[in-house]
């Protein structure tokens, strides 16, 4: 069974679109965030929720929009997309204890989507 | 701000050798620290972490990693190296409580040739 999942696994779409990525876990997880990995492989964090709520959201342009419905969902939209936005994006999840932070936890990744932007 | 640094891009290592990836952080109080590797067009699995106790922890597939206070670093080991191993290696690091992110390193590549 797959624990993060995300769909599509490829994106190619044009510049000026509007476009979602999708992303499930079925870990039970409270926490999900997404990463953004550059073509140098570079890491970095854009979003964190926990039980649907924003938790980290770091300086990344308004265009990325992500959405909770439950807490077992968490999607990233990006309205009017651009060059610089081809990455691949990466989908985490981690759990965490009531009244407590879940920092000494592991996160769980999903397999990435490569977003192409032409 | 936490931060990580892996002052290594590639690392290139003979089968059968011990390898080293390594990893120095920078935090304000107690690191959490951990290690995840990226294998081509996967998503990072963890390895192992260091949350508190003993400074040599274990992980999957035959890694550990010495948590040394000192020197501020998190060095990635395994005794003998596999083809296989050959991979993108992730150090990262939280600060609690002042932080709850998960700060990555840019990486190392590691290549075992046989």
């Known amino acids: 069974d797959t624990a993060v999942s995300q769909t599509p696994k490829y994106l190619v779409t044009q510049m000026g679109n509007d476009k979602s990525i999708k992303c499930e876990q079925n870990?039970?997880?409270?926490?999900m965030y997404w990463y953004k990995q550059d073509s140098k492989k570079f890491l970095k964090i854009m979003f964190s929720y926990n039980n649907k709520e924003l938790i980290i959201n770091e300086t990344v342009p308004n265009r990325f929009s992500p959405k909770s419905p439950d807490k077992a969902h968490l999607n990233l939209h990006i309205n009017s997309l651009e060059l610089g936005d081809s990455a691949v994006y990466f989908c985490a999840s981690s759990p965490q204890i009531p009244g407590w932070q879940d920092q000494y936890y592991e996160q769980y990744f999903g397999p990435g989507t490569r977003l192409t932007v032409t | 701000a936490q931060s990580v640094a892996q002052p290594e891009d590639q690392v290139n290592v003979a089968e059968g050798n011990p390898l080293t990836v390594k990893c120095t952080y920078s935090?304000?109080?107690?690191?959490?620290l951990f290690w995840y590797v990226q294998y081509p067009n996967r998503g990072l699995q963890f390895l192992l972490k260091?949350?508190?106790?003993?400074?040599l922890v274990k992980g999957s597939y035959g890694f550990e990693a010495e948590f040394n206070k000192s020197q501020t670093s998190f060095h990635l080991k395994k005794p003998s190296a596999l083809v296989s191993d050959s991979a993108l290696y992730f150090c990262?690091?939280?600060?609690?409580?002042?932080?709850?992110?998960?700060?990555f390193g840019a990486g190392t590549r590691l290549t075992v040739k046989p």
């Open positions: 870990l039970g997880h409270d926490t």
């Open positions: 935090v304000s109080g107690n690191p959490y």
């Open positions: 260091y949350i508190t106790g003993d400074n």
């Open positions: 990262a690091v939280r600060d609690p409580p002042q932080n709850n992110d998960m700060r």
